[in-house]
């Protein structure tokens, strides 16, 4: 299981407004947006439930808007992932109950030969983030928003967002030079 | 972002997210009504295959309701005196429809597609937004009820 897998290339931005297939647009950006949406649900179930309501509605009635369209997905994304939240919160479940507990269930982490280490050791050290910093982390690296697009976003201040950026990474980089002198 | 930052941004943005599932792939081409190749089984939703039904029917129980319930009288004690006309009032149905409008919102040609028995057809996908009011004329009081809509046109095409 994994939740990211090693590449040597970023991808650039494809234009949505362009005539494209959703299938080339979804399999460049859709895990982006999966990961992304996994940062405000309980399951990957959930996830892919609010990426694919979203996604839907975003290729039939929205893609010509203008604007970034990974930013209007993820806002949507957001927006679905926390009703859905509040609706199971009543449940008494809590997304870090989940996030934290069944590993099995996360989705995360990819096949036994693709993952290793130091791979392993990220994702980890990401799961153990607060959800705070850690959402606003994945949004900057894997959603490719800018600091103002994240304040926007979380309807915070621009210096909180990269605050919380800077703390994630500080306690990443903690955790991992912990894990490298231990392990 | 001090050098260390850097790198470990670096390493980050190296790490792709996990590709999107099979399943949720064949999910968003069937409601986008695209097949996916080597067409499966088709799968739901993983949850809240109903979900819209609360957002459709909820609106109209509340109209009909609200409808209903608002103009009731209130109940007249057995033998109370009732003023001339009153009884005529009270029985007719106080909200009437007086407007109804479909405006048409977005139509999105959606191209030619291949019906079951082998036509040719047209298809074309339109979202309205329908508005019906109601008044009430003795109270002048109206109940507007919007409701988004969408249609899909399938229009076989023959050629002669």
């Not at chain 1, 996604?55 to 929205?62: A, E, G, K, P």
């Not at chain 1, 050791?121 to 959402?135: D, G, K, N, T, V």
């Amino acid at each position: 299981m994994t939740l990211i897998r090693q590449t040597t290339h970023s991808h650039p931005m494809e234009d949505a407004h362009a005539e494209q297939s959703w299938k080339e647009w979804f399999e460049l950006h859709g895990p982006k947006l999966l990961l992304c949406a996994r940062q405000w649900t309980r399951s990957r179930a959930d996830a892919e439930d609010v990426v694919q309501d979203a996604f839907v509605r975003f290729w039939r009635r929205q893609r010509q808007l203008p604007g970034e369209p990974l930013a209007l997905l993820l806002t949507s994304i957001r927006r679905a992932a926390l009703d859905r939240a509040r609706r199971e919160s009543r449940r008494g479940a809590r997304e870090e109950d989940a996030l934290a507990g069944d590993a099995d269930d996360l989705g995360l982490f990819g096949t036994a030969a693709e993952v290793d280490d130091r791979r392993r050791a990220i994702e980890s050290a990401l799961l153990r983030l607060p959800s705070e910093q850690r959402e606003v982390l994945v949004l900057r690296i894997w959603g490719e928003l800018t600091f103002a697009a994240i304040a926007h976003q979380l309807d915070v201040p621009l210096n909180t967002a990269a605050s919380r950026y800077r703390y994630a990474l500080a306690a990443l980089r903690h955790e991992l030079t912990g894990a490298d002198c231990h392990g | 972002m001090d050098d260390d930052f850097r790198e470990l941004e670096a390493e980050l943005r190296n790490l792709r997210p996990a590709t999107v599932s099979r399943g949720l792939l064949e999910r968003i081409a069937r409601e986008l009504d695209e097949p996916v190749s080597n067409g499966s089984a088709a799968v739901g939703r993983n949850h809240d295959k109903g979900a819209w039904v609360p957002w459709v029917i909820l609106p109209i129980a509340a109209a009909i309701a609200f409808a209903v319930a608002l103009p009731r009288q209130p109940a007249q004690s057995p033998g109370a005196a009732e003023p001339d006309g009153a009884r005529g009032l009270a029985a007719a149905p106080a909200f009437k429809p007086v407007s109804a409008q479909n405006l048409l919102v977005s139509s999105r040609d959606e191209g030619y597609v291949t019906l079951a028995d082998g036509t040719r057809a047209r298809r074309i996908r339109q979202s309205y937004v329908d508005t019906i009011t109601w008044k009430n004329p003795r109270t002048k009081a109206s109940l507007t009820w919007s409701l988004p809509r969408e249609e899909v046109r399938v229009t076989p095409i023959s050629y002669e």
